[in-house]
């Protein structure tokens, strides 16, 4: 099983170039996240689809925008790379929005220079 | 300042030691969550505590959640090397509708 797959695993950008984050899930899940991950502040969320068609902020969403594409995809593009936006990057998918339990893909480590 | 705070930040102990790891915040939730994250993956999802005054065990590892379902705890007794990695609190608060995550315990366990 697959679970949560998320592409590129690396990549390194220049300031003001832009990039799109592909997340792709097998779980049949509804709801869908990003979050991204720096040192000493645990996960932050930038912006989750609790359903196919809908997407919302969460607590960092400046300088990024989503799209759900279908159910099982939900991508995340940076329309002009920051050195602020170098991070680790999750894609994660839920059960519920709620009473969450969410699978997480490996990651994407994102330099921006 | 994050929404749920967790101490210690840093953890190194030797093998067979016991610890506590714990996470706190001034907003009340629903339910709280913990996860595991090793190097190189994703947060893997230890357990979910329902209920103020909850404990779950899960083998060494026991998670209580506070009365006032403001805080939790995670005790692992007998630490084993293969407990290492960064222990993440999460949840809804009750007065929103979006996950957060706390700021992380990084273990490290010595053989």
């Known amino acids: 099983n697959a679970g949560v797959t998320q592409t590129p695993k690396f990549q390194v950008l220049k300031t003001g170039q832009s990039m799109t984050l592909q997340c792709a899930q097998d779980?049949?899940?509804?709801?869908m996240y990003w979050y991204r991950q720096d040192p000493g502040m645990g996960l932050r969320l930038i912006y989750y689809?609790?359903?196919?068609?809908?997407?919302d902020k969460g607590e960092v969403p400046n300088g990024y925008n989503v799209s759900r594409l279908n159910k099982r995809e939900f991508s995340l593009r940076l329309e002009s790379a920051a050195p602020s936006q170098t991070s680790v990057y999750f894609c994660?998918?839920?059960?519920?929005?709620?009473?969450?339990?969410?699978?997480f893909g490996a990651g994407t480590r994102l330099s921006v220079l | 300042t994050q929404l749920l705070e967790q101490s210690p930040q840093f953890l190194s102990i030797q093998e067979g030691e016991n610890l506590t790891v714990y996470c706190n915040s001034s907003s009340v939730f629903s339910s709280l969550q913990w996860y595991r994250q090793e190097p190189g993956e994703g947060p893997v999802l230890l357990v979910t505590?329902?209920?103020?005054?909850e404990v779950k065990k899960l083998k060494r590892l026991t998670f209580q959640f506070g009365d006032a379902r403001k805080d939790s705890s995670l005790h692992i007794t007998a630490a084993q090397p293969g407990d290492t990695g960064l222990y993440l609190c999460a949840g809804v608060p009750n007065t929103g509708n979006q996950f957060y995550f706390g700021t992380g315990t990084s273990l490290t366990v010595i053989p």
């Open positions: 505590v329902v209920t103020g005054g």
């Open positions: 994660a998918s839920g059960i519920q929005p709620k009473l969450n339990i969410q699978y």
């Open positions: 689809s609790a359903s196919e068609g809908t997407t």
């Open positions: 779980m049949n899940h509804n709801s």
